[in-house]
Structure formats: C-alpha cells, structure tokens
T-cell receptor, first 114, second 115 residues
Framework: GENVEQHPSTLSVQEGDSAVIKCTYSDSASNYFPWYKQELGKRPQLIIDIRSNVGEKKDQRIAVTLNKTAKHFSLHITETQPEDSAVYFCAAGENSGGYQKVTFGTGTKLQVIP | ETGVTQTPRHLVMGMTNKKSLKCEQHLGHNAMYWYKQSAKKPLELMFVYNFKEQTENNSVPSRFSPECPNSSHLFLHLHTLQPEDSALYLC??????????????FGEGSWLTVV
C-alpha cells in the first residue's frame, strides 16, 4: 500500500516569511495529491490539490509542486500570516472503486509568530 | 458550513457501554468515510461506503461496526471499546463520477473518550 512521509513535524516562522512542507510517497500509481489544513478544534479542510499530470499549481499565497520521478511533493506558503497557524496534512492516492483512496501524512504543525 | 454534520461532538463511554456516532452529509455525495485521528498519528481510514455498499474495511476491530442506510447517512456503532480507542472520529464524504469532484469533505468530528 501507499506510504506517505511528511516533514517537518513542527515549523515556526516569523510573520511575512515563507513556509515549506515536504512529503514523499511510495506508490507510483498515486495520481492525486491534496493538502489539508486543520485549525485547532476544527475539521480538516482542503486548501489545494494537484494531479499527476501537473508539476505545479498556485492559488494566491499557496503553491504546491510535484516531482513524480522522485515521488515527492511540497507545499509552499508565502507571506505567512498568523491565521496560517494550523496543522497541515499532505496526502497521496487515487480514485479506487468509486471513492477517493488517499493516505495521509502525519501532519506539520505550523506556527506563525507575529 | 454544514455540509457534513456529526453527532455527538463529544462522547465519554465506559468499556462495557454501547453507543453510536452519527454522520449526515447534505452535499449529494455518493461516498462516505470514517477516519480515526489520534495524537501524532496520520489520519487512519477505517471504512468506506460507496452508494451504500461497503467498499473498504481497513482491518478495523469488530468492536467498531459501521452502518450506511442510505447515501446521506453513516453510523459507527461502538461496543466494548478499549481506552486506546479514545480519539477523534471524523466522518467524510466525496462525490465520484466527475473529473474534478473528488474532494473529500470532513465533518467536525466526534471526540470519543473511553474510560
């Protein structure tokens, strides 16, 4: 099965700086890579995703890159703000039998220091 | 946001109790999931239902029993749990059949404490 590793487990940055979270995956069949943000006491929410036919995707201050050959993908947050503080999860997977079969990483707790 | 709602939000139960978690999705999705979230561990997929049919059971102990009466409702029946089962249980849903409609939407979760 799929194995997803995520680093770092905690990350502190000054407000305005950039934050980068990296993930690796093991199954070459994986073709869908979502990123979720979970604020304290809240549900995980999708913030951006990328599919294997795309190398990079950007949405305002958030960007994700994918290197299929090396089986790794990264989340980049620029101009960080205190409201970016949360736990971020990467995931890798594919559509399987009519549902989204994804494996999640262990999460990165991001703290943005004002 | 009330797309996926879960009740109860908090539950404390003894090891000999029987209780149930309930999930309802209002998004017209055709797949529903139960995930377990424990401290410092990745989200663990427990069960998946697609059009009311169970399509995945990730070696979950039989003390957890899912039920999906229709595409909008999902239950997780709990009995004779262990303290290590204490965790946040997240329900989720997604829609399949369109190219871009595969996003998994999570509920707020049910915090379970087994004493």
């Amino acid at each position: 099965g799929e194995n997803v590793e995520q680093h770092p487990s905690t990350l502190s940055v000054q407000e305005g700086d950039s934050a980068v979270i990296k993930c690796t995956y093991s199954d070459s069949a994986s073709n869908y890579f979502p990123w979720y943000k979970q604020e304290l006491g809240k549900r995980p929410q999708l913030i951006i995703d990328i599919r294997s036919n795309v190398g990079e995707k950007k949405d305002q201050r958030i960007a994700v890159t994918l290197n299929k050959t090396a089986k790794h993908f990264s989340l980049h947050i620029t101009e960080t703000q205190p409201e970016d503080s949360a736990v971020y999860f990467c995931a890798a997977g594919e559509n399987s039998g009519g549902y989204q079969k994804v494996t999640f990483g262990t999460g990165t707790k991001l703290q943005v220091i004002p | 946001e009330t797309g996926v709602t879960q009740t109860p939000r908090h539950l404390v139960m003894g090891m000999t109790n029987k209780k149930s978690l309930k999930c309802e999705q209002h998004l017209g999705h055709n797949a529903m999931y139960w995930y377990k979230q424990s401290a410092k561990k990745p989200l663990e997929l427990m069960f998946v239902y697609n059009f009311k049919e169970q399509t995945e059971n990730n070696s979950v102990p039989s003390r957890f029993s899912p039920e999906c009466p229709n595409s909008s409702h999902l239950f997780l029946h709990l009995h004779t749990l262990q303290p290590e089962d204490s965790a946040l249980y997240l329900c989720a849903s997604s829609h399949h059949g369109t190219a871009s409609g595969n996003t998994i939407y999570f509920g707020e979760g049910s915090w379970l404490t087994v004493v």
